[in-house]
């Protein structure tokens, strides 16, 4: 699992992950939406060619963790087999979370 930046938990943040496993065809991106919006993160979620799901979003250090768990989690919808991820610090690139096409 990536570490996050040194700072304080309100200190915001982007995790950008690729995560692999059954997760197209199978509602993921749009439940990655919701959740996403239901904490407040603002991103991008888009699928690719090989299967995988890329994921980008930012928000507080504390809220990125949870949704980080939740990425993991029996929660999330198919079977997600693998996370890759990297954090950094927040851009502020994005006003919303969408899925990308």
């Known amino acids: 699992m990536a570490e996050f930046p040194e700072g304080g938990?309100?200190?915001?943040?982007?995790?950008?992950?690729?995560?692999?496993?059954?997760v197209q065809a199978v509602g993921f991106?749009?439940?990655?939406?919701?959740?996403?919006?239901?904490?407040?993160?603002?991103?991008?979620v888009r699928n690719n060619d090989d299967g995988s799901v890329d994921?980008?979003?930012?928000?507080?250090?504390t809220v990125v963790l949870?949704?980080?768990r939740w990425l993991r989690s029996p929660e999330a919808p198919?079977?997600?087999?693998?996370v890759e991820e990297s954090?950094?610090?927040a851009?502020?690139?994005f006003s919303?979370?969408?899925?990308?096409?």
């Open 29 to 44: 991106r749009y439940w990655t939406v919701r959740r996403a919006e239901e904490l407040g993160l603002t991103g991008t």
């Open 9 to 22: 938990a309100g200190e915001r943040v982007r995790l950008m992950a690729r995560v692999d496993g059954l």
């Open 91 to 93: 851009t502020g690139a």
């Open 66 to 68: 949870e949704f980080r």
């Open 55 to 61: 994921i980008v979003a930012e928000g507080p250090q």
């Open 96 to 101: 919303n979370f969408q899925v990308v096409y």
């Open 78 to 82: 198919g079977r997600v087999e693998n």
């Open 87 to 89: 954090i950094s610090r």
